[in-house]
């Protein structure tokens, strides 16, 4: 399947039911290779719509503690960039149809060479590209490689962005646009309760690809809040990766946390809003 | 000599980018605090009234003019002189207190209430410490948790001046992690807080700015160059961690092609060795804290840890700007290694009764060498950038290990 018709399709299917799709986070990798394999067997197999996967960065200063806690395990393994692309390329035989993100640092794809590092993207089946330190001015250092390495780039857009770079983000983002609740970092110590909303409706006047909300969502409650904002798709990324900081001793247990905590929230994604929007 | 306009201009900013480096490499979020600072930042430099708040800061609490000390016998050879830009004398015991000022009264012209800064030795976090006590400002410090522990006077002196200092113990524990939780912080705080970085490094506007607010160091050296030696120096000499002493002594003399431009990384064991700090010379290109610069990094691109002698020079990462003035020739970098600098610490000590930041003794033993090569008549500039009673227990325990004092 074409990289860029995945996540049209996926949207395709969840908008025509009204639902939201899902799409949770974890860092590849962790807490090691053969569970973190088993992991994303499980957040599929729970109800992932698609899956958005990072990459352990020495320096993630979009991150939050839970997510910092979790990206030390496949350093210190020495996990290596290679092995978490290589990962992923056994998630993509596995699930051909299923949008798969990739969550990374600017520096990770520099240091190869962007066209090295996202040719390899590609060949492992990666669909979408979020830089999470390369905001949409910066764009153009990573934008036609991208394109040309068959890749989507993902923006994200802030609530109190101006009109401006809301529409350079609508511009420039593929496949979807990753879309903030709230300001800060990750995690789940700030819910995503008072969302600011009105941005959501300028995204779409410009044409914004689907709107996928994340930072801050961890209960059904907040899909709910999300789906009445209007958004196409919502991202849980903390709230799982506490799991896997919690249990990751006892795989079992973690797995099975994991399993229960993904179908509340596919349950409350997967669900008609079209009354509640 | 003066380079033409057009050769002058590719040594200045051109949006965000000096040459190929700079730019800003940070979560979008971060992008509107960035621009009001910057459209404050530029603001400013032309009000008269800001700056006449600044100079009167400058002069009245902070001490400048700094002195310029000619050596009487360190360095001193049938062909050579030095002399030292004594920054150690000001307010602070380092150049830090020049741009702190600076950047606090823009903090209070932009209306912020709330300070946030990152330290690694505690010099900066120090420096920002007294300008938001004389200010009114609320400051939080955030400081690596090995560093706390490495330079506890520091902690003390910046909570007996009415800091929060928060010991950051993720990471490597030290001054990348500690402006990585800054960064964190300001994601979400800079409604009301402004992030008051500490060196000529980070996303755009700090690397200029930072360079502005300390170019004051070499306007005045030079101007005391002439006074004393009715001469500009043959070379300027100084230590580069991120960089902002260094481009803050080179700024005014970048024009001046005569005048050879030196900065000295720390060689920490040996440039080829693993543990140094240099990463101008032994780094490669990367994206770091929010520029394209130079870093100490693996093939894949995570970021190594650094190592000097010297707290305040043990950064992973450099200001943009340097690497610009590296690749175009225009200024060239040395490394000095521990030993070498901890030499010059006790050199100058003795002969000259001036016991410089162990960051500052690396400018000192390059200039030592220098010295002793030289054939022509030769005047150097040295960026005195600091004192070193803070690094007195540390030198101490070191000397007492190696059975040498």
Not at chain 1, 241 to 250: F, K
Not at chain 2, 139 to 148: E, F, L
Request: glycine share 10%; net charge negative; charged share 20%.
């Amino acid at each position: 399947m074409e990289a860029s018709m995945r996540y049209q399709t996926m949207f395709d299917k969840t908008s025509s039911n009204n639902h939201l799709a899902y799409i949770p986070f974890v860092i590849v990798g962790d807490p090691n290779e053969e569970l973190s394999l088993q992991i994303i067997d499980q957040l599929v197999e729970s109800g992932a719509d698609g899956l958005e996967l990072g990459l352990a960065f020495s320096d993630p200063v979009a991150d939050g503690p839970v997510i910092q806690q979790a990206a030390l395990r496949p350093m210190a393994n020495s996990f290596s960039i290679e092995a978490g692309l290589n990962l992923i390329g056994k998630v993509r035989a596995k699930y051909p149809q299923l949008p798969i993100g990739l969550l990374t640092y600017a520096n990770l794809v520099f240091a190869q060479g962007i066209e090295t590092f996202f040719n390899k993207c590609r060949n492992v089946g990666i669909d979408s590209v979020l830089v999470a330190d390369c905001p949409v001015k910066e764009s153009q250092l990573f934008a036609k490689t991208a394109e040309n390495s068959g890749l989507q780039l993902v923006f994200i857009a802030p609530p109190d962005a101006s009109d401006e770079t809301l529409k350079q983000i609508a511009d420039n983002s593929k496949g979807y646009t990753y879309v903030l609740s709230r300001k800060g970092i990750t995690g789940t110590e700030v819910a995503a309760t008072k969302a600011k909303t009105g941005f959501l409706g300028k995204l779409r006047e410009f044409n914004s690809p689907p709107l996928v909300q994340g930072f801050g969502i961890s209960e059904p409650k907040h899909v709910f809040d999300a789906a009445n904002a209007g958004v196409d798709g919502i991202i849980t990324g903390s709230a799982i990766v506490n799991l896997i900081n919690q249990h990751y001793n006892n795989p079992q247990i973690m797995l099975e946390k994991i399993g229960d905590y993904v179908r509340s929230i596919a349950q409350a994604a997967h669900t008609n809003h079209a009354d509640t929007a | 000599m003066s380079l033409n306009d057009t050769s002058s201009s590719k040594f200045e900013y051109d949006g965000a980018y000096i040459g190929q480096y700079g730019g800003q490499f940070v979560p979008q979020i971060l992008v509107p605090a960035l621009e009001q600072l910057e459209e404050a930042f530029e603001n400013a430099i032309t009000d008269d009234e800001f700056l006449s708040e600044l100079n009167s800061l400058l002069n009245n609490y902070a001490g400048r003019p700094t002195p310029l000390t000619e050596c009487k016998t360190f360095g001193r050879t049938e062909n050579c002189r030095v002399f030292l830009k004594r920054e150690d004398l000001l307010h602070g015991g380092a150049h830090k207190t020049n741009q702190v000022l600076a950047q606090a009264l823009l903090a209070k012209r932009m209306g912020k209430t709330r300070i946030i800064a990152e330290t690694g030795a505690g010099q900066h976090g120090v420096a920002t410490a007294l300008a938001c006590a004389l200010l009114g400002l609320k400051v939080t410090v955030y400081m690596g948790k090995k560093d706390c522990d490495r330079q506890a006077p520091n902690v003390f002196r910046m909570r007996l001046m009415g800091a929060e200092v928060i010991p950051v113990d993720n990471g490597s524990a030290s001054l990348k992690d500690a402006i990585n939780e800054a960064l964190r912080d300001w994601a979400s705080s800079y409604d009301d807080t402004h992030y008051l970085l500490g060196t000529a490094a980070g996303p755009h506007p700090f690397p200029k700015m930072v360079k502005r607010f300390q170019q004051v160091i070499g306007e005045e050296a030079k101007k005391q160059m002439l006074e004393q030696t009715g001469q500009l120096p043959d070379a300027v000499i100084a230590c580069v961690g991120g960089g902002s002493n260094a481009i803050g002594i080179f700024a005014d003399f970048i024009k001046e092609e005569q005048v050879k431009l030196i900065g000295v990384e720390p060689a920490g064991h040996g440039l080829d060795s693993d543990a140094h700090g240099a990463t101008l010379l032994k780094g490669t290109e990367g994206i770091i804290h929010g520029a394209r610069t130079h870093t100490l990094q693996t093939d894949e691109g995570q970021i190594i840890e650094s190592h000097s002698i010297s707290a305040g020079l043990d950064y992973p990462a450099v200001g943009p700007e340097h690497v610009h003035l590296m690749t175009s020739g225009r200024a060239e970098y040395v490394g000095i290694t521990d030993e070498e600098a901890l030499e010059a610490f006790q050199e100058l000590s003795h002969a000259e009764g001036i016991i410089p930041a162990l960051e500052s003794s690396h400018a000192l033993a390059y200039a030592k060498k220098v010295s002793q090569g030289v054939k022509q008549p030769t005047v150097l500039l040295v960026n005195l950038s600091g004192r070193g009673d803070k690094d007195l227990s540390h030198v101490m325990s070191v000397l007492e290990k190696g059975g040498d004092i």
